[in-house]
């Protein structure tokens, strides 16, 4: 049987996710801020991810980027764009996903938060194919 990485990942208000990606300092993106020194992780907003990967293939050419066209129409779309603004996952340095035990720790940790009005959704996802959407095929 495959072990599969796991990545914890986050929705959030448009307030909170303004917060973070400004670098405010309140009382959940210190708590946040706290999670990610802990565990040797980064938050990181899946527009910024978005947009840095296009920018990285506009910049050296999109012929190797093969998510390039889908990634950019997504950050074009409005709708698409302000979910993505509100998504935000923990990474390991550059890695996207890590060991369950990981990111069991990260989400315990987000839980112990309580009910908080500006985090509106934990997840735990992991990396087997059969349980997400796939990429399309370029």
């Not at 603004?85 to 112990?112: M, P, T, W």
Request: net charge neutral.
């Amino acid at each position: 049987m495959a072990e599969w990485l796991y990545q914890v990942r986050i929705k959030v208000t448009q307030e909170l996710s303004v917060a973070l990606r400004s670098k405010e300092k309140n009382e959940v993106t210190v708590r946040l801020k706290k999670i990610e020194e802990t565990f040797g992780m980064k938050l990181v907003c899946t527009f910024d991810a978005f947009k840095a990967y296009c920018d990285e293939a506009e910049k050296f050419g999109t012929v190797e980027y093969h998510l390039y066209d889908w990634t950019k129409a997504t950050i074009d779309n409005p709708i698409k764009r302000d979910k993505h603004l509100k998504s935000f996952a923990f990474y390991q340095g550059d890695n996207q996903i890590y060991s369950k035990v990981l990111a069991c720790q990260i989400r315990d940790e987000l839980l112990k938060m309580g009910e908080n009005k500006n985090i509106t959704e934990v997840s735990l996802i992991d990396s087997n194919p059969a349980n997400n959407p796939q990429p399309p095929k370029s």
